[in-house]
C-alpha cells in the first residue's frame, strides 16, 4: 500500500490511438501521452499534472504529449498445452497456519490447468514460478501467498481464457507486491471488468477492453487493449513493476 510519503507523479498514462477524455473528478498525477493527432481533453474537476497542481479541469504545462510509441512487446500471450507430463490440475490443501484453500500451487515445475473456477474459490501460491491457466468461467480465486520470510518470495502468473472476467469484488489476492502476480488476458478474453476491492498486481491483456468502476482499485500496471474507468476508481502505478518485462 502507498503512503502519503511514498507518493510520486512519476507515473505515464498512454494509448497510440484517439486519446483521454478526463471529466469528473479523475485526477491524474502523472504525464499522459497519445499517438500522433491524439487529444486530451479535461473537464469538470479533472487535473493532469504532479502531486502540487491544484488547477482543476486543466493540463499542467509540459505533462502531455502526442509523439506516444509503444516501448514495450504488445503481445498476445500463448496458453500451454494441457496434454503434457507436467501439467497437473491443483488440489485443495492447507498452508503452514492450517487455513484450508481450494488450490494450492506449491510446485514451478508443473503448469497448472483449471477448466474453470466457482465464485468464491480461494487460492494459495507458495513458491516462486507458479504459472496457472483458467480456461473458461467468469472468475477468478482470490489469491494468498505464503508471506514467510525465510522462504523466496511466491510468485504467479494467471493465464484466464474465458470470453469475459469479473475480478471479485472483496479484496482479489493477500501478502503480496504488484510484481508478484500477473494476471494475463488470453487472446479469447475479450473483457475484464472490475467492480470493487484492490487487485494488486500487473494486468497484462493487450487484447482485451479493461473496465473499472465503484470503488474499484488497482495497485501496479496494466496493458489493454482499451481502457475506462467510472465512480470512485483509483490507479496507483507501482514504480516496481518498471523493471519487470512479461515472461
Known sequence: MTTPRERRWRAGYGTQR???????????????????????????????GDLAYNTKGTIQPRHVTNSF????????????????AAVRIPTSGTNASGKSFDYVLDNPRYNY????????????????????????????PVVTFDNNPAKPLPSLQLLFGGPSLNVPKNTSSFNNSPPQYW???????????????????????????????????????????SFSCLGTFDFHSDDATAFFVNP
Do not use: H
Open 113 to 140: 490447468f483449471l477448466p474453470s473456477v466457482a465464485a468464491g474459490s480461494t487460492m494459495f501460491v507458495g513458491v516462486p514460478g507458479c504459472r496457472v491457466w483458467i480456461a473458461g468461467g467468469t472468475e477468478i
Open 183 to 225: 494476471l494475463i488476458g488470453l487472446p479469447t478474453c475479450a473483457s475484464l471488468k472490475s467492480t470493487g476491492g484492490t487487485f494488486i498486481g500487473v494486468i497484462y491483456a493487450p487484447t482485451t477492453a479493461l473496465s473499472s468502476q465503484g470503488n474499484a482499485e488497482l495497485q501496479g500496471a496494466m496493458v489493454a487493449n
Open 18 to 48: 484517439g486519446g483521454f477524455n478526463v471529466a469528473g473528478t479523475v485526477d491524474i498525477r502523472g504525464n499522459v501521452a497519445t499517438g500522433p493527432g491524439g487529444i486530451v481533453t479535461v473537464s469538470g474537476s479533472g487535473i493532469v
Open 69 to 84: 510509441s509503444t516501448v514495450y512487446p504488445v503481445r498476445p500471450v500463448v496458453p500451454f498445452r494441457t496434454n503434457g
